[in-house]
């Protein structure tokens, strides 16, 4: 399984009469798993696959953890699937991504058509030497598909000032996306069932 992880951190420096660096890093990665069902409720496929987070989504999460109090509050995050192939680069956007028409639409979550919220737990942390892992995961959103079906090709999350639920929109800071190993063929009354979780290495 390829794992594609997203690196950011900080470095610190301090100087002392020796110039001893102290350098602190710290990578994030994130998995998509997709299980879908027919109208029956019989397992028809699975996947799980690794995602980018896009350069405006790290701006976020910095923005989120180091800038002053009050600058942020949290909005969805919002979960949507996307209906053709991606090319997921660092510059990406909801701009390049929604209006470029790449999200699909056939579905509902909850009896309403919207892109489901992702709530996640309270994050957790394992082990201290040589590496710390903390990690926090979204529970399972169900979308009902509906119309024709479709082709589904991935996953993307969204979130930041201005996020909404509503399929289709460019509003809020994308944060992240992904394809399936295979692009996966739905029809009416399936149900896909996604949950994310991201993780922490230092």
Known sequence: ????????????????????NI????????????????KDGVFKWEDE????????????????????????????????????????????????LVGGSKEFTAYTVGGSAVRGTATFAAASSAGATPSNVTTSAASSITYTITGGGGTVYGCFLVTGTGAVSTQSSTAGTLYSEGNFTTAKATTAGDTVSVTYSTTATS
């Not at 794992?3 to 020796?18: C, M, P, R, W, Y």
């Not at 350098?23 to 027919?38: L, Q, T």
Request: proline letters at 5%; one cysteine or more.
């Open 49 to 96: 696959f690794p995602n980018l987070v896009v350069a405006v989504g790290k701006q976020l999460l910095l923005d989120t953890l180091l800038r002053t109090s009050g600058t942020y509050t949290t909005v969805g995050p919002f979960l949507g699937l996307t209906n053709a192939t991606l090319t997921p680069a660092a510059t990406d956007t909801m701009t390049t």
């Open 23 to 38: 350098p602190e890093g710290m990578g994030i990665e994130g998995w998509y798993h997709v299980v879908c069902r027919d």
């Open 1 to 20: 399984m390829t794992k594609e992880i997203s690196n950011f951190g900080d470095h610190a420096v301090a100087t002392l009469q020796a110039n001893a």
